[in-house]
């Protein structure tokens, strides 16, 4: 499915007037020129991984559009404003605020938008960290976030890999999340960063998910 400026697609929680077209415009005066060239390549990737999975395009590409609304935020006040919304933060979060641009965008998401389809909120609220059970439609959007187009080939390539090459011929998202999910703890490893226990927790979800399905 898809729904730009002028066609009329419903869909239950989310207002008919939040087009692709919209939500393109409420992205990019909230980020830099360089962040929303990013945003608009994960928009891109997110629908052609949806195709790819026979997940909803419309659902993915605009979650796409909407994922790093609050990415450029200072982490004081990512985390002030999680903290407005309830959320409880551990010590990780608390000294690391980038860590929660993506709840924090789905918060600001709905709140500005009027969003209250929670599939498509918690695909942007989980894009970075991810999450254990998380739908097809989150790992389709964390999975666009890694394989946008200004990332190093070393990393998406091996992801892109695992994310085709299934007898099934459809997408193997699991097997792509994975791959994305150990490439990404090498690189906190490699560069001395701090890894948030979500991070293990998920891997080690995706690994059995693999392993279960070998």
Aim: aromatic content about 6%; overall charge neutral; charged content about 30%.
């Amino acid at each position: 499915m898809n729904r730009n400026s002028s066609a009329k697609i419903k869909y239950k929680g989310i207002p008919e007037e939040l087009t692709l077209d919209a939500a393109r415009k409420w992205a990019k005066p909230r980020v830099s020129e360089k962040r929303f060239r990013h945003v608009e390549g994960v928009a891109a990737v997110a629908k052609e991984i949806a195709e790819l999975a026979g997940e909803d395009e419309f659902l993915a590409e605009l979650a796409g559009w909407l994922h790093d609304g609050c990415k450029e935020w200072k982490d004081k006040d990512l985390v002030k404003v999680a903290q407005s919304f309830g959320m409880k933060l551990n010590d990780v979060e608390k000294e690391n605020g980038h860590l929660l641009h993506g709840p924090v965008a789905a918060f600001v998401a709905r709140e500005e938008l009027g969003i209250k389809h929670q599939e498509l909120l918690d695909a942007v609220s989980e894009h970075t960290l991810g999450k254990v059970g998380m739908t097809n439609l989150s790992k389709v959007v964390f999975l666009a976030d890694c394989l946008e187009a200004s990332r190093p080939t070393d990393f998406t390539d091996p992801i892109w890999n695992a994310l085709k090459n299934n007898p099934k011929k459809t997408a193997d998202l699991d097997a792509a999340m994975l791959v994305a999910c150990d490439l990404s703890l090498e690189h906190l490893i490699s560069s001395r960063r701090v890894i948030h226990i979500k991070t293990v927790d998920v891997r080690n979800y995706f690994l059995s998910l693999v392993k279960h399905n070998q």
